[in-house]
């Protein structure tokens, strides 16, 4: 089996190396990073196009980035469901509703410290 390479475009979130490794057999050019992402990539699953994490103590969790990540802490922490929570509670709290993204630790701290 023979793996292909690809250049990053700029544009693309940190799901998508996953999503071509996983579709095309296509890796990252920089070799640390390709190891990471053929290393990694047993914990994701692609559902009609769409990125998805499972784990041992969680259910399947839905990828995102970018603004959606934002939103998600901001509905969760200040929103109709929101309770102002800490930063460990928060990312638990993200988790339990089903999403999941690489930097959510050093997001959620951000974002607690920035609305007290």
């Given at each position: 089996m023979s793996s292909q390479v690809y250049q990053v475009e700029s544009g693309e979130t940190w799901m998508t190396p996953y999503q071509r490794y996983l579709v095309d057999d296509v890796l990252p050019l920089e070799p640390a990073e390709a190891r990471k992402i053929k290393k990694n990539s047993s914990k994701?699953?692609?559902?009609?196009?769409?990125?998805?994490?499972?784990?041992?103590?969680?259910?399947?969790?839905?990828?995102v980035s970018g603004e959606q990540c934002m939103r998600i802490m901001a509905e969760l922490?200040?929103?109709?469901?929101?309770?102002?929570?800490?930063d460990r509670s928060l990312s638990s709290k993200v988790i339990r509703a089903g999403y999941y993204w690489p930097t959510m630790r050093e997001d959620r701290t951000r974002y607690t410290q920035r609305s007290k």
């Amino acid at each position: 089996m023979s793996s292909q390479v690809y250049q990053v475009e700029s544009g693309e979130t940190w799901m998508t190396p996953y999503q071509r490794y996983l579709v095309d057999d296509v890796l990252p050019l920089e070799p640390a990073e390709a190891r990471k992402i053929k290393k990694n990539s047993s914990k994701y699953t692609l559902i009609d196009g769409k990125l998805f994490r499972h784990g041992f103590t969680h259910h399947i969790l839905v990828c995102v980035s970018g603004e959606q990540c934002m939103r998600i802490m901001a509905e969760l922490h200040e929103g109709i469901c929101g309770s102002h929570i800490g930063d460990r509670s928060l990312s638990s709290k993200v988790i339990r509703a089903g999403y999941y993204w690489p930097t959510m630790r050093e997001d959620r701290t951000r974002y607690t410290q920035r609305s007290k």
